[in-house]
């Protein structure tokens, strides 16, 4: 006769098989990772999650071109492209990732949570406006309860950057809060442009600008004006044992390397690397090279706004750890030296 | 044979099904308070001749008349009990399935006239319940009470008695030859039971295996009726003796 | 299923065997809150959001849309069915279409949704719609084909309009379809709504269980982002035992035609 197990024996088995599944798959014992980089065992892969838009094109340049791997000899460089900085976070937490590119805001409020992760290089300085198909809307005062806001997700840079103009200009950072709508960029878009319920949509670069090519569209406000000034809108992260770690810091190291590169071939408008970048982004060659001569799309390592933003989010209760310092926020590059 | 001027008459009825000729002409009549017992072997045609009496099945040729008047649509009046099991409501007491059709029609003492057709057929305990709670032979008394509760003027019922036991089998056909007399029914009794026949009818139609009528007997017993006595034992045995031929075989 | 003292305590032995197993992981594991907080700091999270009146003020939200996208497809569904009842044709074009969009997940269709409604409340009621619409349409038209033969010889017996047979005839004996039905659409719809408002965000001050859920995770607030996962599954399996179970105990069990 066979073995039967009894029905109620066999649905608890199954629960508790499924949950040491989720617990294994959430990696969640990272110390015996055997990625994590250690004294003698040569680093086989780094894992390195990109979104996507112009603002990350010397990542992209640097994937393209294999600029890391030849600089990695040995080292298997994976690249991963993932849709928004939550599921960047979501990855890093479960050991899955190394390094990720966002804005500066969805990092701060990850270490605010008390993520041990740090910035090691900026990426971008990039034109942010929102922008509406409204005429009768020429400013955040003309935007009235039922107008919706669409960005990419709250605690988003440009969340931010809408809290901070208006609170300056009404003293209230949340007082487009129950207007927002999620939407990521190409959607908002549609949205936007299609007339579809989108009274402004709050872009980032190539979306500005085709937003702002198209009839009818206006700014009403930029990321700069509501910054107050000159902010990095996406920066290099690395996970906690990386930037421990000496190994890890030799691959970030490499890789500020590689992104300079990479920035500096944009820069003189190599043929080959600009012809590539307009296939990945399907534009036409001259399209990519108007986007790219816009004076305020600038690649560059330097961090910029990070103080500011510390700031302002925990002045807007969107931190709350009193202990973040910004030294313990980035590994400096002699750090990285 | 068949007087089209009865309360119901099919005339020359021919029906085939595909190439199967089921009936190929064939004529009866039920006069107002007459059972006309309709007796044949499993199979004949006996169903499809009475759904066509009802108009609820279209013959290939042939018509049906209801006091004379030739008809092709159903009415209410003349009231069919179906041989098939599910012919009441699932969802409805057996109270409510025998005051659905006085509903319908507006009868305003409806909820009095089913507790009293239910007592008439034994199921007054049961008003309230759910047909899956009933046996096959109360649910069979329910639709009979649905159809004796409309007090139709013409009342045609396909094997109805079929799966009640024997003893409330003949309160029920007492009942029924009374309701005829009471409210002057005409009644189309299917059934291939000769002795439910003898007890019940003023007149058998006999049909055989091909579906054709081969004989019709007048009852000449008194009502009570005792289906053993000589006389109807005699015509018991010549019902018998006739379904027992065979002449398509 | 009906709530007896024997499956309410298999319940609370279900919960406490998770609860158990979900600390003890913790503690073997020595997993970081932000992975999978305590137990305890989720159940205070989700005291916060009930006592705030958050979580059922953003419940409330979305049961109107639910319930407005449900009625909508049932509607639309009937009066297909209707259709489909007036001509063959129709009926198996219906059917093809059905075969083709049942299969779709409401959430796939959102782009073209957004193109054609735009964003906010009335684009999470058409993807509920759609979620309602198929699985309603299909169950009625095989309830509809499966009402007894005897019934339309009643029906004709006692002369009654298409109407009223539909009505008084055809809707009851349709019932087991027509919950099997809901219950899909039910199932769907929370789970097409959750994606919906998970994506597009507070339409006037609201934005649903879904929106509850995503403000959570991009804040990292991942006890509150369990509390609401709770909520989800609670209120899930509530509506499909509670409501579905005390539809289903007075009707179609009570009148046996439970299968
Ligand atoms: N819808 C149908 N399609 C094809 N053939 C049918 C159909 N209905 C009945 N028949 C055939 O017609 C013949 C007569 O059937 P009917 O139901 O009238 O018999 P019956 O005399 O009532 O038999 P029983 O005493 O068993 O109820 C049978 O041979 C049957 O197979
Ligand atoms: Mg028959």
């Not at chain 1, 959607?187 to 709050?202: K, R």
């Not at chain 1, 691959?251 to 003189?268: F, H, K, R, W, Y």
């Not at chain 2, 046996?135 to 009640?164: H, N, T, Y």
């Not at chain 3, 309830?143 to 009851?172: C, D, K, Q």
Request: aromatic residues 8%; neutral net charge; contains cysteine.
């Amino acid at each position: 006769m066979p073995f039967k197990i009894p029905n109620r024996l066999r649905t608890g088995g199954v629960f508790v098989l499924s949950l040491v599944i989720a617990l294994t798959l959430t990696d969640c014992s990272r110390r015996e990772s055997p990625n994590a980089p250690s004294a003698d065992a040569p680093l086989s892969t780094v894992r390195i999650a990109e979104q996507f838009g112009l603002a990350y094109a010397p990542l992209a340049v640097v994937r393209s071109r294999g600029l890391l791997e030849a600089r990695l000899p040995g080292t298997e460089v994976e690249w991963i492209q993932l849709g928004n900085a939550s599921a960047i976070r979501e990855a890093m937490l479960a050991g899955r990732l190394d390094i990720g590119f966002m804005g500066i805001p969805p990092f701060l409020i990850g270490a605010d949570k008390g993520m041990r992760w740090r910035v090691f290089t900026g990426l971008s300085r990039a034109p942010l406006a929102l922008i509406t198909t409204d005429p009768a809307v020429r400013s955040l005062a003309d935007l009235t309860p039922e107008h919706r806001i669409a960005l990419p997700q709250p605690g988003s840079i440009q969340h931010i950057l809408l809290s901070m103009a208006s609170q300056r200009e009404f003293g209230d950072p949340n007082r487009f809060d129950n207007q927002l709508l999620t939407l990521a960029h190409p959607d908002a878009m549609t949205a936007l442009l299609s007339g579809a319920g989108v009274t402004a949509h709050f872009a980032s670069p190539p979306y500005v600008y085709e937003e702002l090519a198209a009839d009818g569209t206006q700014s009403i406000l930029s990321g700069r004006e509501a910054f107050g000034g000159l902010f990095t809108f996406i920066v290099g992260v690395a996970s906690p044992d990386f930037g421990d770690d000496t190994r890890g810091r030799a691959v970030l190291q490499a890789l500020g390397v590689s992104l300079a590169e990479a920035m500096a071939l944009i820069q003189q408008r190599d043929s080959t690397v600009v012809a590539e970048l307009a296939g990945q982004y399907g534009v036409p060659v001259g399209t990519l090279q108007i986007y790219l001569d816009n004076p305020e799309l600038i690649y560059t390592s330097r961090i910029e706004g990070l103080g500011r933003f510390l700031e302002v989010m925990t002045e807007f209760g969107y931190l709350t750890n009193q202990g973040l310092r910004l030294e313990n926020l980035v590994l400096s590059e002699e750090v990285l030296r | 044979m068949a007087d089209s001027a009865e309360a119901l008459s099919v005339l020359n009825i021919v029906k085939r099904y595909g190439d199967h000729l089921v009936l190929p002409g064939v004529s009866l009549s039920v006069g107002a308070r007459e059972i006309v017992c309709l007796l044949g072997p499993s199979g004949c045609g006996k169903s499809t001749l009475a759904k066509i009496a009802a108009s609820l099945l279209e013959p290939d040729d042939g018509t049906v008349r209801v006091n004379g008047v030739p008809v092709t649509a159903p009415d209410a009046n003349r009231f069919m009990i179906f041989q098939e099991q599910d012919q009441i409501f699932p969802w409805k007491t057996a109270l409510g399935n025998v005051t659905f059709p006085l509903r319908l029609d507006g009868v305003p003492d409806w909820r009095a006239r089913g507790i009293e057709t239910l007592r008439e057929v034994g199921l007054e305990a049961a008003a309230e319940k759910y047909p899956h709670q009933l046996s096959g032979g109360m649910r069979q008394r329910v639709a009979l009470a649905r159809a004796f509760a409309m007090r139709p003027s013409v009342l045609i019922m396909d094997e109805p008695f079929a799966s009640v036991d024997a003893s409330l089998r003949f309160d029920l056909q007492d009942l029924l030859v009374r309701l005829v007399a009471e409210h002057s029914q005409a009644v189309l009794f299917v059934t291939h039971e000769i002795d439910e026949s003898i007890r019940l009818a003023e007149r058998i139609v006999v049909m055989s295996d091909d579906g054709a009528v081969t004989g019709e007997h007048t009852v000449p017993i008194d009502r009570p009726r005792d289906a053993r006595s000589p006389v109807g034992s005699r015509l018991a045995h010549a019902l018998f003796e006739q379904l027992s031929e065979h002449p398509s075989r | 299923m009906k709530t007896t003292p024997r499956s309410f305590l298999r319940f609370a032995l279900v919960l406490l065997a998770i609860v158990i197993l979900w600390e003890g992981g913790r503690a073997v594991f020595n997993v970081s809150p932000l992975v999978m907080p305590g137990v305890l700091s989720v159940l205070s999270s989700l005291g916060t959001a009930l006592a705030s009146g958050e979580i059922l003020h953003q419940l409330a939200f979305s049961f109107s849309l639910i319930g407005m996208g449900i009625g909508i497809g049932a509607g639309l569904a009937v009066l297909a069915l209707i259709i489909g009842a007036q001509s063959r044709v129709a009926a198996e074009v219906m059917g093809t279409v059905a075969s083709l969009f049942h299969p779709l997940p409401g959430i796939a269709l959102l782009p073209v949704v957004i193109l054609w409604f735009g964003v906010g409340k009335m684009a999470i009621v058409v993807i509920i719609v759609h979620s309602v619409f198929w699985p309603l349409l299909t169950n009625l038209q095989a309830g509809y084909r499966s009402v007894s033969p005897t019934y339309h010889l009643v029906g004709r017996n006692l002369e009654m309009s298409p109407t009223s047979f539909a009505v008084r005839i055809a809707a009851p004996a349709t019932v087991p379809y027509i919950l099997a039905g809901l219950r899909i659409a039910w199932a769907r719809s929370w789970r097409a709504l959750i994606s919906a408002e998970m994506i597009f965000g507070a339409v006037a001050a609201h934005g649903g269980i879904g929106w509850f859920l995503h403000t959570r995770r991009v804040f990292m607030d991942t006890a509150g982002l369990f509390a609401g996962i709770l909520v989800v599954m609670l209120v899930g399996s509530l509506v499909e035992r509670v409501v579905f179970g005390f539809v289903e105990r007075s009707t179609i069990d009570r009148w046996g035609m439970n299968g």
